[in-house]
Structure formats: C-alpha cells, structure tokens
C-alpha cells in the first residue's frame, strides 16, 4: 500500500504505521525518525535540523525533500509506504506530486487520523522513545511503560522524553500543525484521495484503513 498518514503529532501515525507494515511489507518512512537518527549520528543533516526540531519548528522544505527524493527510490519502498510525519506543508504536498509522477508511483490514499485535542496533549507529555537512533521504539507511562524503568525492552537503550515533548514545545508543535499542516486534508481532499478516520484506538483506525483498500 502507498498512503500519506496525515494527523497532529500524537494522533497515533507511528503506531498505526508500524501496525500497517507487518499487514504487506510496506516500509514505514517517518522523517522524524530519521532527523533524530541524523542528529543523533551528527551528520551535516542533524546539525542543521537541530534547533528546527528542539524548538517544535519545522525543518525547511529543502531539507526534506532531499531526504524524500532518495528515500523513495530505494528498493524496499518498491512493494509500498507508509509516509508517516511527511509532507508537513503544501509546497512539500506539491513536490511530493512532481516526485511520484517523475517516478511513476500512485498513491492510493491519504488517511487524516482524527483524534481530541486533550488525548493529543496527555499522550504527548507521557510519551517516552528510545534514544538509540537505530530503535527508536516508544513508550508511554501511563499505558505502556518499558519492563525495565528507562530502558528500552528490544535494544537496551535509555528511554527519554523528546526535547520537542515539553509542554512549551508541545503546544508550539500543534499551533504549527494547524497553521502549516492541517490545510493538506484539503489538497488531498481536492485530490479525491483524503480518508478521514476518527478514533483514539489504533486498532479501530488499522481496521478503518484495511477496509478501505479491501485488505
Ligand atoms: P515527528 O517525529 O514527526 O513529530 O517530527 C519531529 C520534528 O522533526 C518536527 O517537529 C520537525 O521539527 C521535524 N520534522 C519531521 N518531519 C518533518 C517534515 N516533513 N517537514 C519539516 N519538519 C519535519
């Protein structure tokens, strides 16, 4: 499957992508994870991303489509993705057209995850992930704590709170999003390609999803 998954940060689109991915081996493609993995690498990508990130700003469009344009070409994005965190604005929206039209791919939907504002803010300032780059796998508190106090259950690795998840740079990720990103459900909407679905469960939003493609 080839979808955009739209939705305010915390609306579930890691979740509910990495869910998608064990239904037909399509790869999940987070451009957050792979800015932190970047930052965290220190490559020339993660020190210009930085101060973008740790103020809850977007990171410029340039950037990113940089990091898109190759992305999408590697082969294990040739059986399907799952565009989790990406396109952020509309002119990233546009030339993510330009880009699946010069490569001939077709997209088969863009699902808006709808979900309240206040689960948004206690999912966001309990969430926790995994600092190894390479993992990054996340956690929550309330609902699901690692085994092990700060420790990652897979890799091992320390499991911290985002810099971007304090409750300042929160409410500057979701001011963003309604400014810069929420106009998309209309680009894709005038596409013919926007499928809203609205829940807090990940699984009624999987099952929503499947049903729309005839999984
Ligand atoms: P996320 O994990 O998707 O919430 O992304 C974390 C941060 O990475 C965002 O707050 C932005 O600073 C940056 N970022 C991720 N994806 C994009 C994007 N498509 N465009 C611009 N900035 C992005």
Known sequence: ???????????????????????????????????????????????????????GD??????????????????????????????????????????????????????????????ILDRLCTRRTCENGDCQLIYNVKSNPPKKEGICDKCGSAVIQRADETEEAISHRLETYNEKTAPLIGFYTKAGLTKTVTGTSSDAVVAAIKESLSL
Do not use: H, W
């Open 58 to 119: 977007l990171v410029p469009d340039s950037l990113i489509m940089g990091i898109m344009e190759n992305r999408l070409q590697e082969d294990d994005c040739q059986k399907g993705f799952l565009l989790d965190g990406f396109p952020r604005t509309i002119p990233q929206a546009e030339a993510l057209t330009e880009l699946l039209s010069k490569l001939d791919i077709k997209l088969d939907m863009a699902v808006d995850i709808e979900v309240p504002r206040d689960v």
């Open 1 to 55: 499957m080839k979808l955009i998954l739209l939705g305010a940060p915390g609306a579930g689109k890691g979740t509910v992508a990495k869910m998608l991915t064990a239904i037909d081996g399509s790869v999940q493609i987070s451009t957050g994870d792979i800015l932190r993995g970047a930052v965290q690498a220190g490559t020339d990508l993660g020190k210009e991303a930085q101060g973008y990130m740790d103020r």
